[in-house]
């Protein structure tokens, strides 16, 4: 098939605006923190860093930030652990029961978000009587969070010769000292880009949050819905919302660059790093 | 000059003590006689935490929606009911509320298609390979940026005297407001990159060799992409069409943020887990995108669509 030169030039020109059609409502949001005019009109009026000064006093703002920071090192470390010992029984071992739990992982993140966090909010407060907390918060995300884990460390597993684990057996290496000297090394920048991927996912996450959190607790993402319709709160909502932008975008990028496996979205296997 | 080599003075003997040798340990040594224990050791905690945590949760969700709530005490109680599920299924408000939420997400995997294909296409097969991998990261990035933020950016977007209407003014166009295309413009907008980049992934697999056989064969570029590289494709459109339907069925952020008062299945779920307290009733509704999910994942099982995701 010669594609000739003008539908070339169209393709490339549509790929241009849908690219466009992407980054422009982000960037609006950046413009705007940045813009003086409390209405957020377009074209802007002015440079302000007023917001941005604002955001930073505010004792709202600053709790909320170290809730999300707290929730997300605390269902990152979980879900390391967690995604790391599935992965691992279910490449090295062929067991009843395998398929199932392999379909089981994935649960978390085919089903819409709705649905889990209803599931659990029920599960906390009808069934089991728990108060909702921050923990409680902690528990659906590192649910969620162990399936970008497992994906990655699986991932890396089957690229991963058994034959340097047999000689360190037989080499007279226990079961944790062939763990720890042979295995880990290895898996080593593929558990640092899928904790990356969890911390992101959970530092943004709103949907199981709004359903899992306790009363009078916020994590950043709570703490935008709760001030996106109140006017005067606008200017820092867009600062927040900058924040939020640049701390989920930052670790993906890290992820990417250190695992070298292909990309997945949750799925669709990218093999952008082959060629 | 000459360079002089010095010599290294020579280090310790190696000998083999110097490999690290496992301890006698008792444990050790019977996790690796046994695989079975070691399996066990595995998997307990991870399978136990989504067993425990995840299906025990779905399960309870499928009880709770046969019970009810007591009006006085406001209090979910055990007393066993279909009530909660035939007022889903019968009362003309929430089959309204249904309709809407599927025509909302069948739209928006419409246009995301529609969108998606060139541009896949294009980083596939038309773009040279260094700019492949800067246009698939470019794409990339935007999915990972918060969810909420995207909506947000909408909000801008769409607002009275925002871009859109800025843009749209000089051709005599308005901005629609917030409401239901609103809804289906940012759905559009979020879920856009989970539909081009199975589709792109798809484009990847189909070797240039064949698309160059159909062209020597006399096929024009249009008859190569419906004969040769469509029926390829199906799969993995199928796969992006998952994403960006089932994600859009269960949405209720965008629909509160603008929205303005359309009503999916969602908010009401929302709704009635916070302000109207009645926890049966929303496990009722969650019910609704859990059948048409499982519905749709049965009719496309067999396209292998399933092993793209």
């Known amino acids: 098939m010669r594609l000739s030169r003008s539908a070339k030039v169209v393709l490339g020109v549509v790929t241009a605006l849908v690219l466009l059609f992407i980054y422009t409502p982000l960037m609006l949001v950046v413009v705007n923190s940045f813009n003086a005019d409390r209405t957020f009109g377009w074209p802007p009026k002015g440079f302000t860093l007023e917001w941005w000064g604002k955001a930073f006093d505010s004792p709202g703002v600053r709790e909320a930030v170290l809730s999300s920071l707290w929730v997300a090192v605390v269902a990152t470390v979980i879900s390391l652990l967690l995604g790391t010992l599935l992965a691992l029984s279910l490449q090295r071992y062929d067991f009843f029961g395998r398929d199932v739990i392999n379909l089981l992982v994935i649960l978390p993140i085919a089903l819409p978000g709705v649905v889990t966090g209803i599931a659990l909010n029920n599960m906390f407060t009808t069934i089991l009587g728990v108060p909702l907390s921050l ?51 290895q898996l080593r920048s593929a558990l640092l880009a899928g904790g990356l991927l969890a911390f992101a996912l959970s530092f943004d996450e709103i949907i199981v949050t709004t359903f899992t959190i306790g009363a009078g607790e916020t994590t950043l993402p709570i703490w935008i819905l709760q001030n ?39 799925g669709a296997r990218l093999k952008a790093d082959e060629r | 000059m000459a360079q002089r080599i010095q010599q290294l003075p020579p280090g310790p003997p190696r000998d083999a003590g110097a490999v690290p040798r496992a301890k006698t340990n008792a444990f050790s040594a019977l996790l690796h006689r046994s695989p079975r224990l070691r399996l066990a050791a595995l998997l307990t905690a991870p399978a136990g935490w989504l067993v425990l945590v995840y299906i025990a949760a779905l399960a309870a969700l499928l009880i709770t929606a046969f019970w009810t709530v007591d009006t006085f005490t406001g209090e979910v109680s055990t007393v066993w009911t279909t009530e909660n599920i035939v007022t889903v299924l019968t009362d003309p408000v929430y089959q309204r509320i249904t309709l809407r939420t599927l025509w909302i997400a069948v739209a928006v995997t419409v246009i995301d298609m529609i969108l998606a294909l060139p541009i896949a296409f294009f980083i596939a097969k ?36 925002g871009l859109l209407e800025w843009l749209g003014t000089p051709l005599g166009l308005s901005s629609p407001g917030y409401g239901e295309t609103a809804v289906i413009l940012t759905l559009s907008y979020i879920w856009l990159p989970y539909m081009i980049l199975p589709i792109y992934a798809g484009f990847d697999r189909v070797p240039d060799s064949l698309l160059e056989a159909s062209g020597d064969l006399g096929a024009k570029p249009l008859t190569t992409m419906r004969l040769v590289m469509l029926p390829l494709l199906v799969p993995s459109i199928i796969a992006g069409t998952i994403f960006t339907f089932s994600l859009s069925l269960g949405d209720y952020i965008t629909a509160q943020i603008v929205g303005g008062t359309t009503q999916m299945l969602g908010t009401v779920v929302y709704a009635n887990v916070g302000a109207a307290n009645n926890l049966p009733f929303a496990a009722a509704v969650s019910l609704v995108p859990i059948a048409i999910i499982m519905f749709y994942l049965f009719i496309v099982r067999r396209s292998g669509a399933l092993n793209n995701l």
């Open chain 1, 135 to 185: 923990w409680t918060v902690v528990i659906a995300h590192a649910t969620f969070c162990m399936v970008t884990v497992f994906n990655n460390v699986i991932a890396r597993l089957r690229r991963m010769s058994p034959g340097l684990e047999e000689a360190s057996a037989d080499l007279g290496a226990g079961v944790f000292a062939t763990f720890g000297l042979v295995t880990f090394p």
């Open chain 1, 228 to 266: 996106l319709f109140r006017p005067n709160q606008a200017p820092v909502v867009n600062v927040v919302a900058v924040v939020l932008i640049v701390v989920s975008i930052v670790p993906i990028w890290l992820a990417q660059k250190l695992s070298g496996d292909s990309v997945r979205v949750s």
């Open chain 2, 126 to 161: 038309v773009a040279s390979a260094r700019w492949e991998k800067l246009l698939v990261v470019a794409v990339l990035m935007p999915l990972w940026a918060s969810y909420l933020v995207k909506a947000y950016a909408w909000r801008n977007v769409l607002a009275e005297g």
